[in-house]
T-cell receptor, first 114, second 113 residues
Framework: QQQVKQSPQSLIVQKGGISIINCAYENTAFDYFPWYQQFPGKGPALLIAIRPDVSEKKEGRFTISFNKSAKQFSLHIMDSQPGDSATYFC?????????????FGPGTRLSVLP | NAGVTQTPKFQVLKTGQSMTLQCAQDMNHEYMSWYRQDPGMGLRLIHYSVGAGITDQGEVPNGYNVSRSTTEDFPLRLLSAAPSQTSVYFCATARDRVYNEQFFGPGTRLTVL
């Protein structure tokens, strides 16, 4: 029930195309759903996040779509650029004990071809 | 303003050796945590702390100890390293346990032979 599933494992997109990464969860106590971007040799950095009371959030070329009933959420990268080439992690979190239970998906390696 | 710093960047240990991974932050954040990242498994929470003197276990705490004597520092100790602890370790901070955005350090790549 703690698992966050993520697909695809890897994704190759042409410059200017749309990149779509999907995630699914089971734990209905999760109340915050962030996406992190990680470049090689660096720590993950928050890209965009959404709460379950909203169905969509857009920040620039990045959009999260959230389907609470299906327990699924996805990241869309419009007009993908070579600089977007990185590993993307979805995550879900809930408050527990003294802290937060952050559960990450296994990651999607995105390559944007020039 | 360094943010979150981790030392060392790389470390090679032999089975049974002990070591401490250092994490420091200058953002005055209450919440700090340690994750390990393994291929195909995302990041998994090892331990976390909501302030000086308060720590708790995450998903994969076995083989690791933590303590938090100051707001700034949150070291992770491996008491007797095992090959299964070969991984990349990330420290992360957040303003508090309720504020969700976490800031990650650059990581420590540990190899246990």
């Amino acid at each position: 029930q703690q698992q966050v599933k993520q697909s695809p494992q890897s994704l190759i997109v042409q410059k200017g195309g749309i990149s779509i990464i999907n995630c699914a969860y089971e734990n209905t106590a999760f109340d915050y759903f962030p996406w992190y971007q990680q470049f090689p040799g660096k720590g993950p950095a928050l890209l965009i996040a959404i709460r379950p009371d909203v169905s969509e959030k857009k920040e620039g070329r990045f959009t999260i779509s959230f389907n609470k009933s299906a327990k699924q959420f996805s990241l869309h990268i419009m007009d993908s650029q070579p600089g977007d080439s990185a590993t993307y992690f979805c995550a879900a979190t809930e408050l527990i004990n003294y802290g937060q239970n952050f559960v990450f998906g296994p990651g999607t390696r995105l390559s944007v071809l020039p | 303003n360094a943010g979150v710093t981790q030392t060392p960047k790389f470390q090679v240990l032999k089975t049974g050796q002990s070591m401490t991974l250092q994490c420091a932050q200058d953002m005055n954040h209450e919440y700090m945590s340690w994750y390990r990242q393994d291929p195909g498994m995302g990041l998994r929470l090892i331990h976390y702390s909501v302030g000086a003197g308060i720590t708790d276990q995450g998903e994969v705490p076995n083989g690791y100890n933590v303590s938090r004597s100051t707001t700034e520092d949150f070291p992770l100790r491996l008491l007797s390293a095992a090959p299964s602890q070969t991984s990349v370790y990330f420290c992360a901070t957040a303003r508090d346990r309720v504020y969700n955005e976490q800031f990650f350090g650059p990581g420590t790549r540990l190899t246990v032979l």
